[in-house]
């Protein structure tokens, strides 16, 4: 059975992004942190959006970055990738391979969990996070050393237990990852 997690970036204090929707906070030069994302990129064959996320990274990944072998990888896996966007509505989807998801959301990630494959992967989005906390296998959360005191929270629902799975420090740029599984 495939798993679904969530991989995330939050400052300190809990907030996905700034009060603006900012998010330059996350772009650090870290080689390591690039390699772990890599590594989630290819342990994957899909990846969940909320509309507005999904709206916002086309423009970026479509052109994506190529500078460094790594940066290519990146960009390639993205667009690559089945994107699974998360809409009551019927939004253009042209950055492909994508879908919509969101009629019966329970029951569309009962089934893929299902289906043979890689895992699946949340990304981007407190919103869609939060819709899909009942159906997370393992949060990854990758903190950031600074507070932003306002913003996006990633968690704002009812407490749930969480097993920690492991931890990783990233020097460089002083991220650390931090994995947990729900406890149910």
Request: aromatic fraction near 8%; include cysteine.
């Amino acid at each position: 059975m495939r798993k679904l997690y969530l991989s995330i970036s939050m400052s300190l204090d809990g907030f996905a992004c700034g009060p603006d929707g900012e998010l330059d906070w996350i772009m650090v030069d870290d080689p390591e942190l690039s390699e772990l994302m890599a590594e989630q990129l290819r342990g994957i064959d899909a990846m969940i959006f909320g509309h507005t996320a999904y709206r916002e990274l086309a423009g970026y990944w479509v052109d994506g970055p190529t500078e460094k072998p790594v940066d290519r990888e990146h960009t390639r896996l993205m667009n690559s990738i089945t994107k699974l966007v998360l809409s009551r509505g019927e939004p253009e989807l042209h950055w492909a391979p994508a879908r919509r998801i969101g009629a019966d959301l329970h029951a569309e990630i009962t089934e893929l969990k299902a289906q043979p494959g890689k895992d699946i992967a949340v990304f981007a989005g407190a919103e869609t996070a939060r819709a899909l906390a009942s159906c997370v296998d393992e949060y990854r959360l990758l903190v950031y050393p600074l507070r932003l005191g306002a913003g996006r929270p990633v968690f704002t629902e009812r407490p749930e237990r969480l097993e920690l799975l492991g931890s990783r420090e990233f020097a460089a740029s002083g991220v650390v990852q931090l994995r947990y599984r729900p406890v149910r």
